[in-house]
């Protein structure tokens, strides 16, 4: 059973380009080897992206 991604595909690419983490994925043509240390570290920035979002709403 496969979860729907709550990302955006274009959010998961800025932030796996910003960490250097895009060239795994173009290489491979999808996200199934990227370590899943890289996974939480986008997760991580993803999380401070919508942080510094509702701050700047609020």
Not at 4 to 11: H, T
Not at 46 to 56: G, H, N, Q, R, Y
Request: net charge positive; with cysteine; glycine share 8%.
């Amino acid at each position: 059973m496969r979860r729907r991604s709550k990302m955006s595909s274009q959010l998961k690419e800025e932030i796996a380009k910003e960490l250097g983490v895009y060239d795994v994925v173009k290489q491979s043509g999808g996200w199934g080897d990227v370590t899943s240390r890289d996974c939480g570290n986008m997760v991580t920035k993803a999380i401070e992206i919508a942080e510094k979002s509702v701050s700047k709403q609020s």
